[in-house]
């Protein structure tokens, strides 16, 4: 299984990033997938996941209808769109697979 992210590096507040995952290595279409957050000093916490059949369960603590998760099943794809991005949202972006495969994450810091 490999999962690599893209898209992360330094942003305003106020501004928008758009994160891509690579997956391979396993039935893709039919998996669970997500993306998880780790901000400095903290836990990691779970921002969104999409089912197989298109479900989405987010985060809004953490979100607040701000990010949005979707999928690609021809190109093996998954992306997190985030909007309106502030401090709080420094982390590492992390994108998994059936909750149990992690990739390596991808660097969002959010600062002026």
């Known amino acids: 299984v490999q999962l690599v992210e893209s898209g992360g590096g330094l942003v305003q507040p106020g501004g928008s990033l758009r994160l891509s995952c690579a997956a391979s290595?396993?039935?893709?279409?039919?998996?669970?997938m997500s993306w998880h957050r780790q901000a400095p000093g903290k836990g990691r916490e779970l921002v969104a996941f999409?089912?197989?059949?298109?479900?989405?369960?987010n985060n809004e603590d953490a979100v607040k209808g701000r990010f949005t998760i979707s999928r690609d099943n021809a190109q093996n794809m998954v992306y997190l769109q985030m909007n309106s991005l502030r401090h709080e949202d420094t982390a590492v972006y992390y994108c998994?697979?059936?909750?149990?495969?992690w990739g390596q994450g991808t660097q969002v810091p959010v600062s002026s």
């Open positions: 999409m089912t197989s059949t298109g479900i989405v369960r």
């Open positions: 290595g396993f039935a893709f279409s039919s998996s669970e």
């Open positions: 998994t697979a059936l909750h149990f495969y």
